[in-house]
C-alpha cells in the first residue's frame, strides 16, 4: 500500500502517455502506448504492481522543479557524501518543434543522472509489471541492457551500468563521482514487432537534450499570457498540452485512474478520457495559456467523434475515448489493493452511457469560441451544429445524470437546463454562419422558455439562491456558471444571493468549495473541489469583487504541489489532495479564473490596489 500522497508525484509527457514520478526518484505510474493503455508501472495503485526506482542509497533530501518552459524534472539529491541531479523526460520525436511537439513521440523514457558534488552511490530497481500488474515478466540480458518480455509487451532498458537479474526484477548498484553522468532508456515495443536497438549513452544524453528544446520551442511560440500568476498560468498551460493525446487533439481529464475523491473510499474513476462537459472552458483556457491551434484540433476532435450519433438520431453522448472510442464499458480490477487500500480499482467509466443534457451547450459555446473555424468546415460539420441546436431544443425538459454524473435517479438539474440555454443562445448567434437562418425564430422562443423555467423553477426563494435542481433546496457550486456562461450578470442580486449562500453552505474551514452536500447515490463523501472554487474566483473578479477573487484564488492555488501540480479535491481535515492527478479542469479553472482577475483588473476606471497587486504578483 502506497504512503505517499498524492502530491509527491511529479508528471512527464510525451502528449502520447504519461507517467508519475515520486519525489525519491521513483516511476509508479506508467501506461504504454497511450494514457489509456495498461499500466506497465503502477505501484501507485499496488506495492506489486510495478515500478522503476533509481535514487542514491542511503540518507538523502530531494528538491525539484521542472527546467525552465517544460515538463523535464530535474531532482536533485542531497546525500553526506555528495549530490546528484536526476533528469527525467518521455523523450518526443527527434527535432519536433513548436507544434509538432508529441507528433512523433517514440515511447521511452529517459533517466540521466549526473554527480555535481563528491560520490554518491545509487541503487537501481526496474520491475515492470504490465497489464495492471498482472504479468510478471520474463528477463534477457542483452548487449546493453535488458529485455522483459510479458503478455504483449516488451520493454527494454538500455543501461550503460552493469545490471542483475533477480526473477522478474531488475536491479543495479553504482557510484557517480563529480563530473560523471550516466543514463538509462526505457523503450516499449509490442512483442510482435520488429526488434530494435537500444539506445546509447550518447543517444540518451542528445534525446532529453532535444525533448527539453522541444518544450521550450512550444512554449516560446504559445505562451504569451502577461497578466497576475504568469508563472501558474504558463506551466498550467504546459499540464493541459502534457494531456493532450497528440494524434487527436483530445484532452485527457488526468492521467490516472482510481485515485480516490475520499481515503479509503470507493468513489474512484477512470478518468484518462475526454469530456464533452470540458469542451468550452478546456477551450477559453487553452486560449488563454496555449494556443488557437490547441483549441481548434480539441474541438475539431470532440466533434469528428460525437457526429455520427446525432446523424443517426442518437443522443449525445458525454465522453470519449482519446482517439474516439465510444464504448469506454467500465470494469474493476480486484487484483489492485488501490491508493492506500481506496478500492475498488476501476478501468473504463461508465458515465459514457449517461443522458447529460450540458453537452449541447459545450459543444455550441466551443463552436461559438471558435467561430471563425467554421468559415473553413463543410456543411455537414454545420449541420451537426445544427442538429445539436435541434437537440436541445427537443430534450431540454427532460431529467438526466447533470454535471456531476450522479449515479442516482435522473432529475432535472439547473445547470442541464442552463447548458440547453447556452446551446440555443449561441446557435442563434451563429445562425447566419450555419446557414441556419429559418430556425432562428424557433430557436430564441425555446431559449426564452428555458430561461423563463430556470428563473422560476431553478430558483428558491427560501434558500434565497439557484439550486441544484427544479424545486430542490440542495444547493450546487454548478450554479456559479450561471454568469460565466452569461445568463445573468455577475452582479444581478439573484447571483450574489447564490454566491453568499454558497460561500456560507458549501465552502470549507480552507476556503474551498465543495461541489454539493447530499445524497449522490454513491457510497462515501468526497473532498472540497478545486475547480468550484477557482468558479468562486471567476465569479467575484466577473461582479468586480477583485479582493475576495484574489483571496480565493490565492487558497485554491496554493493546494499546487511543489512542481505546480494540481489535484482533483482537498480533504478538509488532513488538507491533503485526493482525486486523479494532475488534473486537468483544476488547472482550467486556475487560467480561467486568473484571466477573469486580469481582465477585471484592466477595466477603465479600476482603483489602483498596491494590496491586491502584491498578492497576485505572489
Keep these: 500500500m502506497s504512503t505517499l500522497s498524492i502530491s509527491d508525484y511529479a508528471l ?9 514520478v515520486s519525489r525519491m526518484g521513483s516511476v509508479d505510474w506508467l501506461c504504454f502506448p497511450r494514457f489509456d493503455g495498461p499500466s506497465v508501472f503502477a505501484r501507485l495503485l499496488d506495492a506489486k504492481a510495478g515500478h522503476f526506482s533509481l535514487r542514491p542509497e542511503g540518507e538523502a533530501r ?7 518552459q517544460t515538463l523535464v524534472l530535474e531532482t536533485t539529491f542531497h546525500t553526506p557524501t555528495g549530490t546528484v541531479v536526476l533528469r527525467d523526460a518521455l523523450a518526443m520525436g527527434s527535432h519536433e518543434r513548436g507544434h509538432e511537439l508529441g507528433r512523433a513521440s517514440p515511447g521511452v523514457l ?21 497489464e495492471y500488474g498482472l504479468i510478471s515478466p520474463s528477463l534477457r540480458q542483452k548487449d546493453g541492457g535488458v529485455e522483459c518480455r510479458g503478455g504483449a509487451e516488451a520493454l527494454l532498458l538500455a543501461s550503460a551500468v552493469p545490471l542483475r537479474l533477480e526473477g522478474s526484477d ?27 536497438a537500444l539506445w546509447t549513452q550518447e543517444k540518451i544524453a542528445r534525446r532529453l537534450e532535444d525533448t527539453t528544446e522541444t518544450w521550450r520551442s512550444w512554449s516560446d511560440a504559445h505562451q504569451g499570457y502577461e497578466g497576475p500568476w504568469r508563472e501558474l498560468v504558463h506551466h498550467s498551460g504546459r499540464v493541459l498540452q502534457g494531456l493532450t493525446f497528440q494524434p487527436t487533439g483530445a484532452v485527457i481529464a488526468a492521467p490516472t485512474t482510481s485515485l480516490p475523491e475520499e481515503l479509503g473510499g470507493v468513489r474512484n474513476w477512470d478518468y484518462r478520457y475526454t469530456w464533452l462537459r470540458d ?3 478546456t477551450l477559453d483556457a487553452l486560449w488563454v495559456a496555449a494556443c488557437p491551434d490547441e483549441a481548434e484540433r480539441y474541438f475539431q476532435f470532440l466533434a469528428e467523434a460525437a457526429q455520427s450519433q446525432l446523424a443517426s438520431g442518437q443522443e449525445l453522448q458525454a465522453m470519449f475515448g482519446v482517439g474516439g472510442e465510444h464504448d469506454l464499458t467500465e470494469r474493476t480490477l480486484c487484483h489492485l489493493s488501490g491508493w492506500r ?18 453537452v449541447y451547450g459545450e459543444l455550441l459555446g466551443s463552436a461559438h469560441r471558435l467561430e471563425d473555424l467554421l468559415d473553413k468546415t463543410d456543411g455537414a460539420f454545420r449541420r451537426f451544429l445544427v442538429d445539436a441546436a435541434e437537440m436541445a431544443a427537443k430534450r431540454w425538459k427532460q431529467k438526466d445524470q447533470g454535471l456531476w454524473e450522479m449515479r442516482c435517479e435522473p432529475r432535472h438539474f439547473v445547470h442541464s437546463k442552463l447548458m440547453c440555454w447556452v446551446a440555443l443562445d449561441r446557435a442563434v448567434r451563429l445562425a447566419e454562419r450555419l446557414e441556419a437562418g429559418d430556425r432562428v425564430e424557433r430557436w430564441r422562443r425555446t431559449r426564452d422558455d428555458i430561461r423563463r423555467a430556470l428563473l422560476e423553477e431553478g430558483w428558491n426563494e427560501d434558500v434565497g439562491a439557484f439550486t441544484q435542481a427544479f424545486g430542490s433546496d440542495v444547493l450546487d457550486a454548478a450554479c456559479l456558471m450561471i454568469p460565466i456562461v452569461g445568463f445573468l450578470p455577475a452582479d444581478d442580486p439573484r447571483v450574489r444571493s447564490t454566491v453568499r449562500a454558497i460561500q456560507t453552505h458549501l465552502t470549507d474551514r480552507n476556503g474551498l468549495v465543495h461541489r454539493y452536500r447530499m445524497d449522490d447515490g454513491v457510497e ?7 475547480l468550484c472554487t477557482f468558479w468562486l474566483a471567476q465569479v467575484q473578479a466577473m461582479a468586480g469583487e477583485l479582493e475576495a477573487a484574489t483571496v480565493t484564488f490565492t487558497r485554491a492555488a496554493s493546494f499546487a504541489n511543489d512542481v505546480g501540480l494540481l489535484a482533483e479535491e482537498v480533504d478538509e481535515e488532513r488538507r491533503v489532495v485526493l482525486g486523479n492527478y494532475p488534473q486537468a479542469f483544476s488547472h482550467v479553472g ?8 486580469s481582465q477585471a483588473r484592466a477595466r477603465p476606471g479600476r482603483p489602483d490596489d498596491s494590496t491586491e497587486a502584491a498578492t497576485a504578483a505572489g
Design 170 to 196: 531488475v536491479r543495479a548498484t553504482f557510484t557517480l563521482r563529480a563530473g560523471e553522468s550516466t543514463g538509462f532508456a526505457v523503450q516499449h515495443q509490442l512483442t510482435w514487432s520488429e526488434p530494435v
Design 279 to 281: 469542451a468550452s472552458f
Design 341 to 358: 487500500g481506496s478500492a475498488p480499482v476501476r478501468v473504463g467509466n461508465d458515465a459514457w452511457k449517461q443522458r447529460q443534457l450540458d
Design 12 to 20: 512527464l509527457s510525451d502528449c502520447r502517455t504519461a507517467a508519475l
Design 62 to 68: 530531494a528538491t525539484r522543479r521542472y527546467r525552465e
Design 524 to 530: 462515501g463523501g468526497e473532498g472540497a473541489f478545486l
Design 110 to 130: 529517459l533517466r540521466h543522472v549526473t554527480c555535481t558534488r563528491g560520490e554518491v552511490t545509487l541503487a537501481l530497481e526496474l520491475g515492470a509489471r504490465p
Design 590 to 597: 486556475l487560467v480561467n479564473a486568473a484571466w477573469a482577475i
